[in-house]
């Protein structure tokens, strides 16, 4: 009789046993039942951290009296208007960079040079420039921006194969047509890498803006609570932050996704 041969199952299958969403929730769901747990049990107070159902309670709260909904409007129409500035600023400037020498010569320099200056340092002469206003908030998101992209997008430009240029001069393309279709195309990647880095900094640089006598938006909400020691309202307006960074960053991914499906990439085991 011969022997009877079972299928071997490969260890990486079996351990993909279980849901990989369940998996990547239960590290953030542990931690929310140990806070509530401590903030139960008095281990930590409420003056030190709200616990979560006080948290849940007070969005609900500002949610049903629309003020956290138009304090989100607020601070999304200064990101984005923010954004765009500054991505049309960055992305300009690496064109110019990327695409000739010189316009390298010209651009690179000054860019790298005020790239050193801590944006965040800009603010009191934004403020002297542009009063106190609007102005300031999405000229500093604006700045943030710039710089991300500028870089992500110029590296893309430089970074395309040598000999794709040298592919596309041998199929009669000229000096547009190689921009057209072979370095703009190969400068993608770099550029939605960018445009991920810039959102993140648009946010974080949001978060300042915001402190410049803003009388509306998540920052307002924010310092306010902090002047009456609200941390369940603190607390709120850190998860509306990270959930809208969260939001964009998916977005940006997916039209990622979309933009490059030619380029195949490694997406872990």
Not at 199 to 220: C, K, Q, S, Y
Request: proline share 5%; hydrophobic share 50%.
């Amino acid at each position: 009789m011969s022997p009877v041969l079972e299928p071997v199952v490969p260890l990486s299958a079996r351990r993909r046993t279980v849901p990989r969403w369940l998996r990547r929730t239960t590290g953030p769901l542990l931690l929310l039942v140990l806070w509530q747990v401590s903030s139960a049990t008095g281990v930590l107070p409420s003056d030190t951290l709200a616990s979560p159902g006080t948290i849940a309670r007070t969005a609900s709260g500002l949610v049903e009296d629309g003020t956290l909904p138009h304090a989100m409007l607020v601070s999304v129409q200064r990101v984005l208007i923010g954004l765009v500035l500054g991505g049309v600023i960055g992305v300009s400037l690496a064109l110019i960079s990327g695409l000739s020498r010189l316009g390298e010569d010209l651009v690179d320099a000054s860019v790298q040079m005020l790239r050193s200056i801590p944006w965040v340092g800009m603010i009191p002469l934004f403020i002297i420039w542009m009063g106190i206003g609007e102005a300031p908030k999405i000229a500093l998101i604006a700045l943030g921006v710039t710089f991300h992209l500028y870089l992500n997008v110029y590296a893309g430009i430089r970074g395309v194969d040598a000999q794709l240029i040298e592919a596309g001069t041998s199929l009669g393309l000229g000096r547009w047509g190689l921009i057209r279709h072979v370095v703009l195309p190969g400068a993608l990647p770099g550029a939605m890498t960018g445009l991920r880095y810039s959102l993140a900094t648009a946010w974080l640089a949001l978060v300042f803006g915001e402190t410049i006598n803003a009388d509306d938006g998540i920052g307002f909400l924010l310092n306010r609570a902090r002047e009456f020691f609200q941390t369940d309202v603190i607390v709120v307006c850190l998860i509306v932050y990270a959930a809208l960074g969260l939001l964009a960053d998916f977005i940006v991914r997916t039209l990622e996704r979309l933009l490059l499906q030619w380029r195949p990439n490694f997406t872990g085991k």
